[in-house]
Structures are given as C-alpha cells and as structure tokens.
C-alpha cells in the first residue's frame, strides 16, 4: 500500500513538470479558456461530492449490523440515488454547459486569421478587413480585447490547432476550413501547439503566441505590411540567401525571394522562435537550421545543406535575424 | 583385436587431430609461398568451391538486367588503369609480377566466356576471397558494374585496336597517367566533352569549385564512384584544384545551353511544383548572377537522369531513413515519370 502511494507520489512529480505559464489550459488569457476552466472546476468540485458521498454510503452499508438492511429498501436507495438524482445532476450539467458551446459572436468587420497546417509549421495569413491580407508564418499575434476568428486548414496531413489559454482545440483538416472564434482578455507571451500526431516532428510542431493591446498590434501590422529594413552589413547576407537558391522555397516581400514552399521569412528576426516554436531565436540556432533543418527537426521538409560554406550560413543568419 | 567406440575415446581422438594440426600450423611448416603454387587438387578444389559460390549468389542476389552496353568507354577506362595490370587487355600482356601471384588472374578473352552475365556481375561486385580478386570499390553503384560486366562480355573478341579507341590515352599503361590530365582525357575526353559519351558529364565549362569539390567527395568516399574514387583519391588537394581549373575554362556546358519544348518539364525547371513542395531547378542551377550550384544546363540527359535516380534511392526505404542534403530531398520530390523529361529538358535534347 505505501509502495503505492510513493509510486502515486513520483508520478504526481512529472506531472508538476506539464506546469507553466506559456503553455496552460490554467493560464488563460481568452475568453473561452477563461469559460471551460470555470466548467472545468465546477465539475471536479461536483465530482468529488459525489464521490465522497457514494464512498460514505458504501462504509454506511458494509458497517450496518446483519438483518438491518432489506431487499426492498436496498433497491428504493438504487432508484433513488442511482436513477434519478443522476438524471437530475446530469440535466443540470446540460443545462449549465450549454450556453459554453455557443460560438462568440463575429461581425463582418473583425479581424480573420487564415492558418494552414504543414509538415511541420504554421502559414499564417491576416486578413483586416477593408485591406490586404499580410502572409507570417508560424507566430501569431491577436489584439486584447478584439473579436478574432481563426480559419483553420491543413495543406497536407491532419494537423489540430491549440493555444491552451486562449480556447479549445479545433482540428485543421486538408481540404476544409474550421472556424475558431477567440477573444483575448489580456496581454502578455504564449504558446500554441499542433495537437494531432502529423508525422515525425510533430512534438515540434509549436509556435508563440503574442496577445497585445490594440494599439500596439495595429502598429506591428502596420510594420508586418511593409518590407523589412535588413541592415545595410547584412548585404553579403542577401547576396548569399540568393546565390544559395532560397527563394526557390522562401519568400521575403521587397526582394525577388517569392518562393511559396516554405515559410514566409520577410520578418522572420522579429519573430520569438525559430524552427515553429522550435528554439528562441538567435544567430547561432539559424546558423544550425539553415546548414541542416532536418538534424534539428526530424522529417523537415528543409533539405541539410552540407555543401554550404560556413561563411554563407553565417552570412544569411545574419541578414535573417536584421530583418525586424 | 576390438577397439570400442566410446563417447571419451571419441572426443579425445578429435582433440589429438584438432592439436596436432595446430602444432603444424604453429610450426610454420606449411608453405604460404606463391611461388610454389597449388597441389592440383588444391587447385582444382578451390575453384571447384568458388564456381559453386559464385553460382549458386549470383542466382539469388544480383539484377535480372546485369549488364549495360551503353557506356562501354568508363568502363574501359577503369578497365585499362586498374585491371589490365592483373589480366592484360587485348594487345597488352598482364605485368609478369601480377601474374607470379596464386593463383594467376585468368585472361579474361578466354575465362570471361565461362561465366554468365550476373555470374560476372556477382564476381567484380563482391571479388573473390583467397585469389586477389577486389570487391567493387564503390557502395551502390550497380550501373557501373554493369557496364564492366558489357566492357567484360567484350574481350574475348576486342581487337587492340578497338581496345585502345575505347580505354583512350588510359591504354597506354596500367594506371601510370591517374592523376594526370590524361588519364581524365581518357574518358572525358580533352576536350572536356566527355568523348560523346551519355554516362559521361561533360566538365568543359562547369563551376571550377564544383568540379574540385566533387574530386574531393570522390577523394573521401562522400560521392560513391569505384571509376572516380580510383582517379580522384591519387591526387593532393592542389592536383585537383588545378584540374578542376582546367576543365572549367573549355568551353561546354553553360547557361542557355538547355531547353526543349517539353512544356511539362520546362514547368518543373523554371517554376517547380509548389503543391509537392518541389522548387525550381532554375532558384539554384542559373548562372544570372552569382549561384553555388553546378551548371546543369547542356549536360548529358542520362547522366542527369541517373543522378536523380541515384539520389532517390531504393522505393521500399522510407525518406526519414534516407539522405536528407539537398538534391536528394529534392530528387525524390520530382514525380517518377517527370525525371526522363526534366533530365532531356536540362540537356537540351
């Protein structure tokens, strides 16, 4: 029994690891979160009244002197407590949870998200109404406060969408668009994650989330629209991102780079991760991604680039990371 | 007088056989010597167990298609510098040293008869243990060793004069020009171009730093080519650079050179597919302006076809288990029955 209860103990331990303020259907900063924690938590208190309560009949029963219990009480207790005081709880439930599964409201004039599933990234494509759209890839930033619907697809496998904070999972599937309607309450840095296995880097399959107040995202969109500025030291960086064939897959909008395969990377030194949430960026991780994106993700569709002379990665790592 | 078989007698007579061999063998009585040859029996037992070997593998474990007559002068050229010193070649006796050894390699013009196709293949793929005969020298390349097994199936009626068109300026003795600019002419020709032949790139005109950079992966064993590793692996880092030089100043391939009016494979070449996530050969194989990336158009179709082919390796292997550089990533991307097509399209033909 005490061996139990340790094992019981050790396994609780890992799970503490799942804790964190990033990555939490307990840290929420939306308003569905905010309704399926509340749900969740009146249904656990439930849970364990009801529970303690059947562990209480059950001492009562086995501690009951022989002859004080009969057939026909005994079975008026079962068609009591176990017919119809569950077809009441349960219709309450019902009840109680049903206004949680209705949509929030969206008007024509908020703002959409088109997100497409990859192996093993996220294209992301704002879409403001009364403007054109503008094409990120794997972050996605939401304004406090506003209305935003997510219209999720997937462009290859099966791929599920989750920002634990924010609201539930939705499944992104290829040939069908799902819709995801969110409300973020408050700001701050999170993480969403791919839910669905997808293949072999799909545990790598994650990317960050950035909640802002309104102002602050009309400003980063506004930035998002226009070319980035890469730094003028960065030119041998350009030249090298060209003769090193990577627009063949990447697009950066100012350039000739138009490439559609892959991640979009005008802004890509102002994005939080590398990789789909794969590493916090920095010059040494695209160096290392760029010379051989399947050694850091497994079943990337990157190809390695051994050929490549050391120079010329540093090279594009640097003029990647100028560009803000 | 009766001896009874017992389990002890039994073990211990084969315990006194099993010592007295090894003292014998310890003693250093037995003759290793090539000089003194074999026993006739010996002889005739060895090749009696190693007829059967080859039969009996080569049935189970080598192509239905063993050979291939489409590029007779590689072969010839591999031939002349690294096997005519053991089996002479029409109009050249083999190295008298090389035939002092035991056994003796055959001459080819009579033994190759005895052997079948896949027989033959079996034979320079794997080489045969205890005779001197090497293994192939380079790690899945069944197409070279099929154009050994054509060059081969040839000898018994090769003239010396044919064999010397074929093995080029590599005729001329067993391996004394590798490394020089001749023994490449052999079969790239001197003029670069390859000598006509479809299983031989064309270096006239490509990227110097290709050129050295693919010596080099032959050098290494990175780029897997019995033909090339032989030349490329004699040659200090300097040899190459300069050869490389050489090559690419001759005027061949170069951009422009391609094209066709394959309206399929000028999609794939110019634009890629982007719905199978395959770029275009044009974003990285384009001389306008500054590209690392060899120069592809106007090369031999067959020799590109079989690179593409080479890189996308074996069907029954999943790609998370396979090369993940560049052109392989991309080679398996291109659809089957687009490579022919793109491949013709590049070389312009």
Same mark, same amino acid.
């Given at each position: 029994?005490?061996?139990?209860?340790?094992?019981?103990?050790?396994?609780?331990?890992?799970?503490?690891?799942?804790?964190?303020?990033?990555?939490?259907?307990?840290?929420?900063?939306?308003?569905?979160?905010?309704?399926?924690?509340?749900?969740?938590?009146?249904?656990?208190?439930?849970?364990?009244?009801?529970?303690?309560?059947?562990?209480?009949?059950?001492?009562?029963?086995?501690?009951?002197?022989? !002859?004080?219990?009969?057939?026909?009480?005994?079975?008026?207790?079962?068609?009591?407590?176990?017919?119809?005081?569950?077809?009441?709880?349960?219709?309450?439930?019902?009840?109680?949870?049903?206004?949680?599964?209705?949509?929030?409201?969206?008007?024509?004039?908020?703002?959409?998200?088109?997100?497409?599933?990859?192996?093993?990234?996220?294209?992301?494509?704002?879409?403001?109404?009364?403007?054109?759209?503008?094409?990120?890839?794997?972050?996605?930033?939401?304004?406090?406060?506003?209305?935003?619907?997510?219209?999720?697809?997937?462009?290859? &496998?099966?791929?599920?969408?989750?920002?634990?904070?924010?609201?539930?999972?939705?499944?992104?599937?290829?040939?069908?668009?799902?819709?995801?309607?969110?409300?973020?309450?408050?700001?701050?840095?999170?993480? !969403?994650?791919?839910?669905?296995?997808?293949?072999?880097?799909?545990?790598?399959?994650?990317?960050? &989330?950035?909640?802002?107040?309104?102002?602050?995202?009309?400003?980063?969109?506004?930035?998002?629209?226009?070319?980035?500025?890469?730094?003028?030291?960065?030119?041998?960086?350009?030249?090298?991102?060209?003769?090193? =064939?990577?627009?063949?897959?990447?697009?950066?909008?100012?350039?000739?780079?138009?490439?559609?395969?892959?991640?979009?990377?005008?802004?890509?030194?102002?994005?939080?991760?590398?990789?789909?949430?794969?590493?916090?960026?920095?010059?040494?991780?695209?160096?290392?991604?760029?010379?051989?994106?399947?050694?850091?993700?497994? =079943?990337?569709?990157?190809?390695?680039?051994?050929?490549?002379?050391?120079?010329?990665?540093?090279?594009?790592?640097?003029?990647?990371?100028?560009?803000? | 007088?009766?001896?009874?078989?017992?389990?002890?007698?039994?073990?211990?007579?084969?315990? @006194?056989?099993?010592?007295?061999?090894?003292?014998?063998?310890?003693?250093?009585?037995?003759?290793?010597?090539?000089?003194?040859?074999?026993?006739?029996?010996? *002889?005739?037992?060895?090749?009696?167990?190693?007829?059967?070997?080859?039969?009996?593998?080569?049935?189970?474990?080598?192509?239905?298609?063993?050979?291939?007559?489409? @590029?007779?002068?590689?072969?010839?050229?591999?031939?002349?510098?690294?096997?005519?010193?053991?089996?002479?070649?029409?109009?050249?006796?083999?190295?008298?040293?090389?035939?002092?050894?035991?056994?003796?390699?055959?001459?080819?013009?009579?033994?190759?008869?005895?052997?079948?196709?896949?027989?033959?293949?079996?034979?320079?793929?794997?080489? $045969?243990?205890?005779?001197?005969?090497?293994?192939?020298?380079?790690? *899945?390349?069944? *197409?070279? $060793?099929?154009?050994? $097994?054509?060059?081969?199936?040839?000898?018994?009626?090769?003239?010396?004069?044919?064999?010397?068109?074929?093995?080029?300026?590599?005729?001329? #003795?067993?391996?004394?020009?590798?490394?020089?600019?001749?023994?490449?002419?052999?079969?790239?020709?001197?003029?670069?171009?390859?000598?006509?032949?479809?299983?031989?790139?064309?270096?006239? @005109?490509?990227?110097?730093?290709?050129?050295?950079?693919?010596?080099?992966?032959?050098?290494? @064993?990175?780029?897997?080519?019995?033909?090339?590793?032989?030349?490329?692996?004699?040659?200090?880092?300097?040899?190459?650079?300069?050869?490389?030089?050489?090559?690419?100043?001759?005027?061949?391939?170069?951009?422009?050179?391609?094209?066709?009016?394959?309206?399929?494979?000028?999609?794939?070449?110019?634009?890629?597919?982007?719905?199978?996530?395959?770029?275009?050969?044009?974003?990285?194989?384009?001389?306008?302006?500054?590209?690392?990336?060899? $120069?592809?158009?106007?090369?031999?179709?067959?020799?590109?076809?079989?690179?593409?082919?080479?890189?996308? #390796?074996?069907?029954?292997?999943?790609?998370?288990?396979?090369?993940?550089?560049?052109?392989?990533?991309?080679?398996?991307?291109?659809?089957?029955?687009?490579?022919?097509?793109?491949?013709?399209?590049?070389?312009?033909?």
């Amino acid at each position: 029994m005490r061996g139990v209860k340790a094992s019981c103990g050790v396994a609780a331990l890992f799970v503490l690891g799942g804790c964190n303020r990033h990555q939490s259907a307990l840290t929420v900063f939306g308003e569905e979160a905010a309704t399926v924690r509340h749900l969740t938590i009146v249904m656990l208190v439930g849970a364990i009244v009801i529970a303690a309560g059947v562990a209480a009949l059950m001492i009562t029963a086995v501690r009951a002197p022989e !002859g004080r219990l009969t057939l026909s009480s005994g079975m008026r207790l079962i068609g009591w407590v176990g017919g119809v005081v569950p077809v009441v709880v349960l219709l309450g439930l019902l009840l109680y949870s049903l206004p949680a599964m209705r949509p929030l409201p969206v008007a024509q004039g908020d703002l959409r998200i088109a997100v497409e599933g990859e192996q093993f990234w996220w294209r992301v494509q704002y879409q403001p109404p009364g403007a054109a759209p503008v094409v990120t890839a794997n972050e996605i930033r939401v304004p406090v406060g506003r209305t935003v619907q997510f219209d999720l697809t997937a462009g290859d &496998v099966i791929h599920s969408f989750w920002i634990p904070g924010l609201a539930g999972k939705m499944d992104m599937i290829p040939g069908r668009t799902n819709r995801l309607i969110v409300r973020a309450s408050r700001p701050g840095t999170f993480r !969403g994650v791919c839910t669905e296995f997808c293949g072999l880097s799909h545990a790598l399959m994650a990317f960050d &989330v950035v909640a802002m107040e309104p102002a602050a995202f009309d400003a980063w969109l506004a930035n998002e629209r226009r070319p980035a500025a890469p730094a003028a030291a960065t030119a041998a960086g350009a030249r090298a991102f060209a003769a090193n =064939g990577c627009a063949g897959c990447h697009a950066i909008a100012g350039t000739d780079a138009a490439g559609q395969i892959g991640p979009d990377l005008t802004h890509v030194g102002s994005r939080t991760s590398l990789g789909a949430g794969n590493q916090p960026m920095s010059r040494a991780a695209l160096v290392r991604f760029i010379e051989d994106a399947p050694a850091v993700k497994p =079943g990337a569709r990157m190809p390695a680039y051994p050929q490549m002379s050391r120079q010329d990665a540093q090279a594009i790592a640097a003029y990647l990371e100028s560009m803000k | 007088m009766t001896i009874r078989l017992t389990w002890k007698r039994v073990i211990v007579t084969l315990l @006194g056989i099993f010592a007295l061999g090894m003292a014998y063998a310890w003693s250093g009585l037995f003759n290793v010597a090539a000089s003194s040859g074999h026993w006739a029996i010996t *002889d005739w037992f060895l090749h009696w167990v190693m007829r059967n070997s080859v039969q009996t593998r080569a049935a189970f474990s080598t192509p239905k298609e063993a050979k291939d007559d489409s @590029g007779l002068v590689s072969a010839a050229g591999y031939y002349a510098s690294s096997c005519a010193s053991c089996h002479g070649a029409p109009g050249v006796r083999p190295l008298p040293l090389m035939q002092k050894a035991t056994p003796p390699a055959p001459d080819l013009s009579k033994n190759a008869k005895e052997w079948t196709d896949r027989q033959l293949f079996w034979i320079l793929e794997h080489g $045969v243990k205890f005779s001197g005969m090497p293994a192939w020298a380079a790690k *899945d390349r069944p *197409d070279e $060793v099929k154009r050994m $097994v054509a060059f081969v199936r040839l000898l018994p009626t090769m003239t010396p004069e044919q064999y010397r068109v074929l093995a080029g300026s590599n005729a001329q #003795g067993f391996g004394a020009a590798n490394g020089r600019f001749d023994s490449c002419a052999g079969c790239h020709g001197s003029d670069g171009l390859g000598r006509g032949q479809k299983d031989i790139p064309i270096l006239a @005109g490509q990227d110097p730093a290709y050129l050295a950079a693919a010596l080099e992966a032959y050098a290494t @064993g990175k780029r897997q080519s019995a033909v090339m590793s032989n030349a490329a692996a004699q040659l200090t880092p300097e040899e190459r650079i300069a050869l490389a030089r050489r090559f690419a100043a001759m005027p061949g391939i170069a951009p422009g050179r391609g094209g066709n009016s394959d309206v399929a494979a000028r999609r794939i070449v110019e634009r890629g597919l982007p719905d199978k996530q395959l770029p275009a050969c044009r974003s990285c194989h384009d001389a306008a302006g500054d590209k690392r990336f060899p $120069v592809i158009d106007g090369q031999r179709a067959v020799y590109i076809a079989e690179r593409l082919r080479h890189w996308r #390796g074996e069907k029954e292997v999943v790609d998370a288990r396979k090369d993940q550089a560049t052109m392989p990533v991309i080679a398996r991307r291109i659809p089957e029955d687009m490579i022919e097509p793109v491949a013709r399209y590049l070389a312009g033909e």
